[in-house]
């Protein structure tokens, strides 16, 4: 074996993985910079540019769940692969893109590759990997998922001011390339042939059944409340930064502080994780979770919430996302069995569905307006993860 703990005779690359988990954040991060540019470009109003963004995600949501189910029966190779390629080549109908609604077509397709990359990034290393070693490596490439929405930001606005939003699109296609030659060429198939594939006809049985199997569901919520909080804070925190005088750059200052935590924090389960165990970690994720969210509440409820104050408690949030994310994501796809792949689009589409569904709910109820009513949404979102790692951990126990 190359890696200790590896389940194949040969473990797969994990920087090729980790570039494949982050497509996703790639293609969000590095062409948000350049929308006010693009939307002038093309002559486009602000509601359709936006739809570059949200087709993106809705996607992202929808393919992950075509993806994991598609990898059990043909293999995990293929999909990327061709996922990865799909990736490349609507990239490059986006490049050269002459009208908003063919661009927003483009991002629909990148959308679905993003999806297809993400998806099986995830499910080969839970392929590959006995359990606790699965964790600490899927907690590699989180980490390295957090770095790429702090780069991508940067080098997507650099390139926008450099040589147009175009080149923030280049950007996309180089990664996505690279994502495409890694597995070509570098990755071997790790499904287990000797799982019988579920036939079409059964791929809703199979989502059915895993919603009401209590390992995968409490695993994949536990994923999906932390994710949510996470976007629901980046809708509406801006408006309290602003409330406090921040500026759009200084509030993105702060607020990098929670993928900075997310590093600390996957630092941590890559190495207490194996010790304490998947449900253990993501447990003592969860509790400070709540903790955390319990002191920005206070805070909030007080009138004491300084940006200081947010912006190390986001850090402390982060840290909190780094030993959950990881940790319940390979629990719950493991409680899948042999539908791991169905298991991992799943999850995938559970924080995409929480994710939009809390930012939308938040600034619907006059979150952006009122911080205390935010705060405590929040809260409850994060008691509601904990509460699925203490059932998660029990049901653990008892088997």
Request: net charge positive.
């Amino acid at each position: 074996m190359t890696a200790e703990g590896a389940r194949t005779s040969l473990a797969p690359p994990i920087w090729v993985l980790a570039m494949a988990v982050s497509a996703a954040n790639v293609g969000i991060s590095v062409l948000s910079p350049a929308i006010p540019q693009m939307r002038d470009d093309l002559m486009a109003t602000s509601d359709e540019a936006q739809l570059v963004l949200s087709a993106f995600l809705i996607m992202l949501g929808v393919g992950q769940l075509i993806a994991g189910s598609l990898s059990d029966r043909i293999g995990r190779r293929p999909v990327l692969v061709y996922g990865s390629l799909l990736f490349v080549l609507s990239g490059l109908g986006a490049l050269f893109s002459t009208s908003i609604e063919m661009l927003v077509a483009m991002r629909i397709f990148q959308g679905l590759g993003a999806a297809t990359c993400m998806a099986m990034g995830r499910v080969i290393i839970s392929d590959s990997f006995q359990r606790a070693e699965a964790g600490r490596q899927m907690s590699t490439i989180t980490m390295f998922q957090s770095v790429v929405p702090l780069l991508g930001f940067a080098f997507g606005g650099m390139l926008a001011d450099l040589v147009g939003w175009r080149g923030s699109v280049g950007l996309m296609v180089f990664t996505a390339a690279i994502v495409f030659l890694g597995a070509s060429l570098l990755l071997a198939e790790s499904r287990d042939p000797s799982i019988k594939p579920v036939p079409a006809s059964r791929i809703l049985f199979v989502y059915g059944r895993l919603l009401v199997t209590p390992l995968f569901i409490t695993n994949a919520m536990m994923a999906a409340t932390v994710t949510a909080v996470f976007f629901a804070m980046g809708g509406f925190l801006p408006y309290e930064f602003k409330r406090l005088g921040s500026s759009a750059f200084e509030f993105g200052l702060y607020f990098s502080a929670t993928p900075l935590g997310y590093m600390c924090g996957n630092s941590l389960s890559r190495s207490f994780g194996p010790r304490l165990g998947l449900d253990r970690a993501a447990f003592v994720g969860s509790v400070f979770s709540v903790a955390t969210i319990s002191v920005l509440l206070a805070l909030a409820l007080a009138g004491l919430a300084t940006k200081p104050a947010i912006s190390a408690l986001l850090f402390c949030y982060g840290v909190a996302n780094g030993l959950i994310v990881a940790n319940s994501l390979v629990g719950a796809i493991r409680a899948a069995g042999p539908h791991s792949g169905a298991a991992t689009g799943l999850c995938g589409a559970l924080q995409m569905a929480c994710s939009a569904g809390l930012g939308s709910l938040v600034i619907w109820l006059g979150g952006d307006a009122d911080f205390r009513l935010a705060a405590g949404i929040c809260w409850v979102m994060t008691a509601v993860g904990l509460a699925c790692g203490l059932v998660a951990m029990q049901r653990r126990a008892d088997d």
